[in-house]
């Protein structure tokens, strides 16, 4: 997949252009950087709000009414444009589908998705949440699209 997921478009903020994004992934949304929105390409020309709640303006979106026309539209990156992740961390994006086994090669699911809770970030797998944590997870593959998850620590039957 070549476009990464920053957020999205949330309420206007101010008169300028300018609002909230919603599910932001902050690495993602830097000054001068551009993303998607369906078709269109913007430059990032403000910046604001904090990691957790940013605010941003886009170039060419001067008014609150342009910023309320884009309200709910996903803000895609180019993969391409994005830092390199640290060791041991995927974008959730590269996760989804993977097949989940057991050590024993038992298939436990499909990765549907992977949602952060307080503690740490999950992998959906079917009922089963699988903790992104070493003791769970023994091993990840994106080439071969699969993850071997310890399942003793999990509590899931082997047979």
């Given at each position: 997949m070549s476009?990464?997921?920053?957020g999205r478009v949330g309420r206007p903020h101010g008169l300028d252009g300018?609002?909230?994004?919603?599910?932001?992934?902050?690495?993602?949304?830097?000054?001068g950087g551009v993303v998607r929105i369906g078709a269109d390409a913007y430059e990032i020309v403000r910046r604001a709000g904090t990691d957790e709640?940013?605010?941003?303006?886009?170039?060419?979106?001067?008014?609150r009414a342009g910023a309320e026309a884009l309200r709910d539209g996903e803000l895609l990156v180019e993969r391409a444009d994005a830092p390199p992740l640290p060791e041991g961390e995927y974008w959730p994006e590269d996760l989804e589908g993977c097949v989940v086994l057991t050590p024993e090669g038992r298939q436990l699911g499909v990765v549907q998705a992977m949602r952060a809770l307080p503690?740490?970030?999950?992998?959906?797998?079917?009922?089963?949440?699988?903790?992104?944590?070493?003791?769970?997870?023994?091993?990840?593959?994106?080439?071969?699209?699969?993850?071997?998850?310890?399942?003793?620590f999990l509590g899931v039957e082997t047979r």
């Open positions: 476009l990464l997921n920053a300018s609002f909230h994004v919603t599910r932001p992934r902050a690495m993602l949304l830097e000054l709640r940013p605010i941003l303006r886009l170039r060419g979106i001067d008014d503690s740490c970030e999950v992998l959906e797998v079917g009922d089963l949440l699988v903790p992104m944590v070493r003791d769970a997870v023994m091993s990840i593959d994106l080439d071969e699209r699969r993850i071997v998850v310890d399942s003793e």
